[in-house]
């Protein structure tokens, strides 16, 4: 079956690094993935989608890879700040072997200190 | 400004009860989602609507049920038939055959 896998401990840095999230997915060949934002006890925000024939997409200080040979996207935030706290989700959808619907990961819970 | 408005935000349901989570949505989409999500888990899709009068089961739509009536609208029923129905619902929509999803709130439902 069709899996999606996020790193489910939490990512903990120092305000200024780069935080890099990763997600892995087997047994699909997406036709695009998708990153969304969730705040805690709210709806998950759309932030960024890349399609399997683009290899890197920018958004200010957000960077999306999308590798279709290692089944990777791997989601960067920038000079981080504690604002950026939150949990991230990575989402599948499209390709040959879908039936139209979306695919989530768990999340993943960044901490941005101070 | 357009969104997604979920009601209620927190609800309590005794066994045995029918509960009705409402979602009204102004940006004109086409298409109306119902996922639940737990704990360490991915969001999951309950039942879907791409066009009004007409809607398709998910992934666990058992012991749920939905209707769409107006364009606007997809209220979603959690049923006495749901056997662990406390969770946190979210409501989402999107434009015609685009797959980038607006969510609402949320509403998170505890049986007591």
């Known amino acids: 079956s069709q899996k999606i896998e996020q790193n489910s401990e939490a990512l903990n840095i120092q305000e200024g690094k780069t935080a890099t999230l990763t997600c892995n997915y087997t047994n699909y060949s997406p036709a695009y993935l998708q990153w969304y934002r969730q705040d805690p006890g709210r709806g998950p925000v759309f932030l960024l989608l890349i399609r399997e024939n683009e290899k890197e997409k920018r958004k200010e200080r957000l960077k999306v890879t999308f590798d279709t040979t290692l089944k990777q996207s791997l989601f960067h935030i920038t000079a981080s700040q504690p604002a950026d706290s939150a949990t991230y989700l990575c989402v599948l959808g499209g390709g040959s072997s879908n039936t139209g619907k979306l695919i989530f990961g768990q999340g993943t819970t960044l901490q941005v200190k101070p | 400004d357009g969104g997604i408005t979920q009601s209620p935000k927190y609800l309590f349901r005794k066994e045995g009860q029918n509960v009705t989570l409402s979602c009204e949505q102004n940006l004109n989409h086409d298409a109306m989602y119902w996922y639940r999500q737990d704990p360490g888990q991915g969001l999951r899709l309950i039942y879907y609507s791409q066009i009004v009068n007409d809607f398709q089961k998910g992934d666990i739509a058992e012991g749920y049920s939905v209707s769409r009536e107006k364009k606007e609208s997809f209220p979603l029923t959690v049923t006495s038939a749901q056997k662990n129905p406390t969770a946190f619902y979210l409501c989402?929509?999107?434009?015609?055959?685009?797959?980038?999803?607006?969510f609402g709130a949320g509403s998170r439902l505890t049986v007591l």
């Open positions: 989402a929509s999107s434009l015609g055959g685009a797959n980038v999803l607006t």
